[in-house]
């Protein structure tokens, strides 16, 4: 069994199915189902609630219980009778349950591909998941340029039939033969490696993770409302995919360079460096709302998501026990990624309904603190060196080991 081709094409196939419902995923309830973009973004401010729950809840547990490929198999089950829940539901109610139900399986994929190349790699049957991971990148990058072509002519409502393929092509491609090691059942002794709430004892985790969290939240009009943004001024549909994605790919150079170009920084100096970079590109949209200066916004994504969450992985190998890993990044993956992304989203559709470029400037109220904080934790980390600063554990590994690069 070759395990770096089956983690490549397990990556691929799922990043696929995440090009589609990451940025069209609004588009399709306001245009398909007739949702406002206040109901959608309650419905996406929900859903990422329950998301938060079942990634720093529901799937650490269940990985003590079943095998990688029995969790993998399950939750893309799950997730394939959600979606075909999706094509009766009409109303507001049943939409709602439908993305409560999609969001509680189908995210959880990902940590759980992640959890099934570091087990890959502990035994030494992964050499390189930086390989994988770059699979799972064009298959973004390549489901949204696609999809952008078949809305353009057949419409939105493509963007469900798009998904269910796609799950369904995930769903058979597990089928295949996959690596013995993980099938096989978590021992009884695993886990239990110390309670999260010790993190908040390591030095400046707290203040750190308010920065990330802020830093985060800034994207919730984006991921949301980036789509039908593109559309309100007037961007052709066969160009929207493409523009989006501009994002994946700045990220996708960023990581690549990260660790040989910004290696000497400090994490406050990227903190702040990406709060900045953040306020600026929100700032554009409001200032410019055409496609040329949103296409140019698109390229400070290496900053406000990339070197944001390259400064957190820094953080965690300066700073955090190896042990205490899985705890932080569960942390990170529902307060960052998913709970205040909820919040913002509701706040930003709010203020899209009132004028679709308040939802981007908005985000300042994220950027803006984010950055003040950064420089202040700098300052507080230049005064008092910290003892585990000599540890060996390179950034470039901790990212490859734990980062989604989401276009989020």
């Known amino acids: 069994m070759n395990s770096q081709r089956w983690m490549n094409r397990q990556f691929f196939s799922f990043f696929i199915t995440w090009g589609v419902f990451l940025p069209y995923w609004t588009g399709w309830m306001i245009h398909t189902k007739g949702m406002t973009v206040s109901q ?113 002519t057949l419409g939105d409502k493509v963007i469900l039939w798009a998904l269910l393929l796609g799950i369904l092509v995930y769903i058979a491609l597990s089928v295949l033969p996959a690596p013995a090691v993980l099938m096989e059942k978590p021992s009884a002794t695993k886990m239990k490696k110390g309670g999260m709430m010790q993190l908040f004892r390591i030095k400046h985790f707290g203040l750190v993770l308010i920065i990330v969290i802020l830093l985060q939240a800034a994207h919730a009009s984006y991921y949301s409302y980036g789509y039908i943004f593109l559309q309100e001024i007037h961007a052709p549909k066969y160009l929207i995919g493409m523009i989006l994605n501009i994002a994946v790919l700045v990220e996708i150079i960023f990581f690549l360079i990260a660790d040989r170009t910004f290696h000497k920084f400090s994490v406050g100096s990227l903190l702040a460096l990406a709060a900045i970079g953040s306020t600026i590109r929100w700032g554009l949209i409001f200032l410019f709302p055409t496609i040329f200066v949103f296409c140019i916004a698109q390229t400070l994504h290496a900053f406000s998501f990339a070197m944001g969450h390259y400064a957190f992985m820094k953080y965690l190998t300066k700073h955090i026990p190896q042990v205490q890993i899985p705890n932080a990044q569960g942390i990170y993956s529902a307060l960052a990624l998913s709970w205040s992304t909820a919040v913002f989203t509701f706040f930003g559709g709010y203020l899209y309904e009132i004028e679709p470029r308040y939802a981007f400037i908005g985000m300042i109220i994220c950027t803006i603190p984010s950055m003040l904080l950064a420089i202040f934790y700098r300052k507080l980390a230049a005064k008092v060196p910290d003892p585990n600063d000599h540890r060996e554990d390179s950034c470039e590994r901790v990212i490859h080991e734990h980062s989604p690069l989401r276009a989020e």
Do not use: E, H
């Open 40 to 152: 959608a973004s309650l419905i996406m401010s929900l859903g990422l609630v329950v998301r938060g729950l079942s990634t720093l809840f529901v799937f650490p547990y269940l990985s003590g219980k079943f095998s990688s490929r029995t969790l993998l198999n399950g939750m893309a089950i799950g997730t394939l009778l959600s979606l075909l829940c999706s094509f009766p539901a009409n109303s507001y109610t049943s939409l709602l349950v439908v993305t409560l139900l999609l969001n509680f399986f189908y995210p959880s994929l990902m940590p759980a591909l992640d959890s099934a190349a570091s087990v890959l790699i502990q035994k030494r049957q992964l050499r390189d998941y930086g390989k994988s991971r770059s699979w799972g990148s064009i298959g973004f990058v390549v489901s949204g340029m696609i999809l952008t072509v078949f809305t353009g």
